[in-house]
């Protein structure tokens, strides 16, 4: 449109030019002109009301040209602050978008960092527990062979006390047995020296009877007679004595030689 407009403007200038040219080229008949001096004024008064008129009419078109190239300049300008303002409130909401992903991809990596510290921790809460169960499983077969050398040592002190038990028992009754071969021995050293005693005393008490034949007294005879009587009923029940110690000492003797041999 505005380039019509131009065409127009330059259509319309040359054609003053043209009537400008026409008004000014000499005639070169003076007749002719002078003739026709009064019928040119006319005629320059009708082209200069012409010219105001096409003057006027160009300066109307001109103004209403500009008056509608300045409302659509105005037009324009108003769409271009409205596109400047569209553009503005765009680039408003992109910078906001921008900062609001920027924001978010902030927090994505913040959490994204916050998870993979947490898997760490994981892992090594993770490894952590791993290693205590180990330990935990250590201990209890600790605490297993623990129990199981703590039964075995119950089962040998058991086993202990019962051969401490059975060895105080065997030594008690050697310790009986070693008194009874002692006192055995004692009474049958006693037995020995007792006898030998009593052969003494009845040897010479049977000397004492040869000699009571000599004695003329017969009171003294028969006191030496009766004493020598009662000495070896005296020896006799001695003798009888040793032989009971004797006897019960030989069965001692067979007694602990059955017992050796049912041990």
Known sequence: MMQEKENQKNKNEG??????????QPCS???????????????????????????????????????FQNNEKEARAAELILANKELIFQNAVKQYCTEKLLRTQQELALQYREKEERAAELVIANRELMFQNIEKEKRATDLVIIKVEHAEKEARAAELARSYNKNEILNKQMNHKKKLECMGRLTSGIAHDFNNILACVLGYNEMNQYVADDIADKVLRAELENNTEQVSVAVKRAAALIEILSSRRDAGKNGRKANASID
């Open 29 to 67: 008949n003076s007749t002719t002109v002078l003739s026709n001096k009064h019928s040119r004024k006319g005629d320059i008064q009708q082209s200069a009301e012409y010219r105001v008129a096409l003057i006027t009419q160009e300066l109307t078109a001109l103004t209403k040209e500009l008056i």
């Open 15 to 24: 054609e003053r030019k043209h009537s400008r040219k026409g008004d000014v």
